[in-house]
C-alpha cells in the first residue's frame, strides 16, 4: 500500500482495493488547504480532524473511511463526490454546497451545515446525531435508511426530499418551507415544528400517532368523549 499523509503529517495506509476500485483517482498525498481545489483524489483511511479546509472545492473526489472530527469545511464546494464510512464529531459543512454527492454510512455527531445548499444528494445508511440545517436549502434528496436524532431543520428549504426508511427522533421543522417532501416512509417520534409542515406526504397511520402532538403545537384542547 501506498503511504499518505493527513493532517499533521500522520500516516495512513491507503488498500489498495480502495485504489483499484478507483483507478481514475489519485491518491491523496499532503496536506488539506483551505480555497484549495482537490480534483479526483482518493482520501482513503485519513485521519482528517481539526484540518481547516474552508473553502476547499471537491471535484469528483471519494472519501472514504475518514475522521473528520471537528474538521472545518465551511464554505466548500463538493461535485460528484462519494462520502463513506467518514466518521467524528463537530464537522463544519456550514455555508457549504454539495452537488451530485452520495453519503453511505456515516456516523457523525453534531455536524454543522447551516446555510448549506445540497442538491441531486443521497444520503444512505449510518446515524447522524444533531445535524444542523438550519437555513439549509436541500433540493432532490433523499435520506434512506439513517438514523437521525433531533436532526434540525428550521428555517430550511427542502424541495422534492424523501426520508426513507429513516428513523427520526425530535426533528424540528419550525419555519421550514416544503414542497413535495416525503416523510410516509420515515419513523417520526416527538417532532417539533409540526405546524411547517405543509406541503410534506405523511402517511393516514402518522397522521394518527401525531394527533395529540398536532393539536399541543397548535394550541388545541381536546376533549375526551
Known sequence: SKRVFGTGGRGVSVRADTLARMPHLESFEGRLEEDETYDRIAFSGLDLSGVNASGARFLE??????DLASADLSRSR??????TKVRGAGLDLSEASLLDVTITDAR??????YSSTWRD???RGGKIEFLNLRGAT????????VVLLEPDLAGATLTGVGFS?????????????LKNVD????????PQGLASLGGALVSRLQLLDLADAFADQLGIRV???
Open 223 to 225: 376533549k375526551d368523549g
Open 61 to 66: 473526489c471519494a472519501v472514504t473511511s475518514c
Open 78 to 83: 463538493w461535485v460528484e463526490t462519494t462520502l
Open 121 to 123: 444528494v443521497t444520503v
Open 183 to 190: 416523510l410516509s416512509g420515515a419513523t417520526l417520534v416527538a
Open 138 to 145: 436541500l433540493r432532490d434528496v433523499h435520506f434512506e435508511d
Open 108 to 113: 457523525l455527531g453534531a455536524p454543522a451545515a
Open 165 to 177: 426508511g429513516c428513523s427520526m427522533t425530535a426533528p424540528q421543522f419550525a419555519g421550514a418551507k
